[in-house]
């Protein structure tokens, strides 16, 4: 690569080898190529800043952390991302918050940030910009004269042509990716819906090779599924440690789920599905308990505080309605677990539940099938709107809003005979490796690479700011 590899981020790590996932992905890519990654620091300023300043480790890369004012956090996170973009992705026009605040914070947020890359970025480098943080951030480096690559991924599901309808009109979706040389999708579903996107569009026009030209600029649009660190996940699975108190202290046989107390991540439904089941179960079986792990998220934004309500809720009922003196068949868990103890109780869950009305991905599905014994694996329940589903479609597959299904696939996953299980897991497992999050990185940057330069209008010269 002639230039450098610039990876922009809303979060960035400060420590040296973080564990697992995307960040170990982007850690690993820029260890072995070198670069900088840029993303915001974690404390809030008063006042705007310019500039990007050094931040944690600087051992095989740089890292640059930009500064959010505590109004920025308020408009352009909380608010744009997090009240607009990601219902909108995530199909819940009805959360939406319009607020002319948040979008005049979003656009500032990426203007500035375009300067301060600005700064940094040489011709020859390549910038790789991640998540609906930044959908603008392409349009506002080729203002500030950039004619380098700039590659987009959206970590989130596309939204449906019908779900953009609730953006405000500043928002213009198709200009800001046509502005990218390279949109990367988690799914060929969210690539599906991203050309339905720009067919809408008058401006736009499908080339032979299957980029778009919008205006002036051609994009590529591909998708390329993320997955996990296999190989340090199983290890993690198999490790020993302290902490599987939890696992012991469960009767019977247990379900697990981990998610992020999000509500696209279906969890109200989850429990009622359990509910059912207990519901249903004859009594002489074995006892089944779940437990269900969700630390909590932007609590500061209303819908996020209400689901929290709402789960307890359902928690007290479905204990109150199916508990005995010696038995909890409901535990949720509202905090981070270490990596390990999170994938050894994977591997001692029967059944993993993964139900989101929407994802882009999901992770956690990867995890679970990972964390599995071969010779006595578990089952993954899995909701067909995950994008996972698109690859691992041996898992059990659900619909997310049937709870009567969810509850049904429980009992089937509980008595799944040991052959179908081994079989099943093998051919998920065969395409968690083949989704393995380095060869992901290393796919999209090779890809980035070979996109043809495609800035057709002349641009205006950069101004280099003094340093
Ligand atoms: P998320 O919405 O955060 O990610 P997911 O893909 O499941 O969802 O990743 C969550 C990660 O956090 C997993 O690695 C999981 O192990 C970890 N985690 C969750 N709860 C935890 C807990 N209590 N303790 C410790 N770790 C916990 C977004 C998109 C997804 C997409 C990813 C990556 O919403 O669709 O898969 O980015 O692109």
């Known amino acids: 690569m002639a230039g450098k590899l610039i990876v922009i981020s809303n979060r960035i790590p ?5 564990a697992g996932g995307l960040v170990f992905a982007l850690h690993e890519t820029l260890r072995k190529i070198g670069g900088i990654w840029i993303g915001s620091h974690p404390d809030l300023v008063e006042e705007p800043t310019d500039g990007l300043s050094p931040y944690g480790e600087q051992a095989q890369y740089e890292r640059l952390a930009f500064r959010l004012t505590r109004a920025d956090y308020e408009n352009f996170y909380l608010g ?10 995530h199909r819940r026009g009805d959360l939406v918050q319009l607020d002319r605040g948040y979008e005049e914070g979003y656009a500032a947020v990426n203007a500035r940030l375009a300067r301060q890359v600005a700064e940094v970025a040489g011709a020859e480098d390549m910038i790789w910009v991640h998540d609906y943080h930044f959908f603008p951030l392409a349009s506002e480096l080729r203002k500030t004269g950039f004619t380098g690559k ?11 042509l019908g779900d953009l309808g609730a953006l405000p009109r500043a928002a213009n979706l198709p200009q800001w990716l046509a502005d990218y040389d390279l949109v990367g999708l988690q799914t060929r579903a969210d690539v599906a819906r991203c050309l339905e996107m720009f067919r809408a569009e ?20 591909q998708s390329f599924p993320i997955g996990i660190d296999v190989d340090s996940f199983v290890k993690a699975a198999q490790s020993d440690g302290q902490g599987d ?3 012991d202290d469960m009767s019977g046989d247990l379900v697990i789920g981990v998610d992020r107390l999000d509500y696209s991540k279906g969890l109200p439904n989850r429990f009622r599905a359990f509910g059912r089941y207990l519901e249903t179960r004859d009594e002489r079986e074995r006892r089944v308990s779940m437990v269900q ?3 909590p998220s932007r609590e500061e934004v209303s819908a996020y505080r209400e689901l929290r309500y709402e789960l307890e809720e359902l928690v ?9 003196i010696d038995w909890t068949p409901l535990r949720y868990i509202h905090r981070n677990l270490d990596r390990d103890l999170l994938a050894r109780l994977y591997r001692r869950a029967r059944v993993g539940v993964v139900t989101p009305f929407a994802d882009g991905m999901n992770l956690v599905a990867k995890e679970y099938i990972a964390a599995q014994d071969p010779e006595d694996p578990g089952v993954l329940v899995l909701s067909h709107m995950a994008g996972a589903a698109e690859d691992l479609t041996e898992a059990l597959l659900v619909n997310p809003y049937d709870i009567e299904e969810m509850s049904e696939a429980l009992k089937t996953a509980l008595t799944m005979p040991l052959e179908e299980r081994k079989q099943r897991y093998a051919a998920c497992m065969e395409q968690v490796r083949a989704t393995d999050v380095t060869k992901w990185s290393q796919s999209y940057v090779r890809t980035l690479q070979k996109c043809a330069a495609t800035l057709v209008v002349k641009p205006t010269p950069r101004v280099k700011s003094e340093a």
């Open 80 to 89: 744009f991302s997090n009240s607009v973009l990601w219902p909108v992705c």
């Open 202 to 221: 008058s401006k736009a026009e499908f080339m032979m090779d299957g980029t778009v030209k919008c205006g002036s600029r051609t994009v590529a649009v």
């Open 316 to 324: 007290g009922r479905v204990n109150g309605e199916h508990g005995e």
């Open 150 to 160: 700039i590659g987009f991924f959206l970590h989130i599901p596309f939204p449906a």
């Open 245 to 247: 108190k939890l696992a």
């Open 293 to 295: 792990i969700a630390p």
């Open 14 to 18: 400060s420590e040296a080898a973080p």
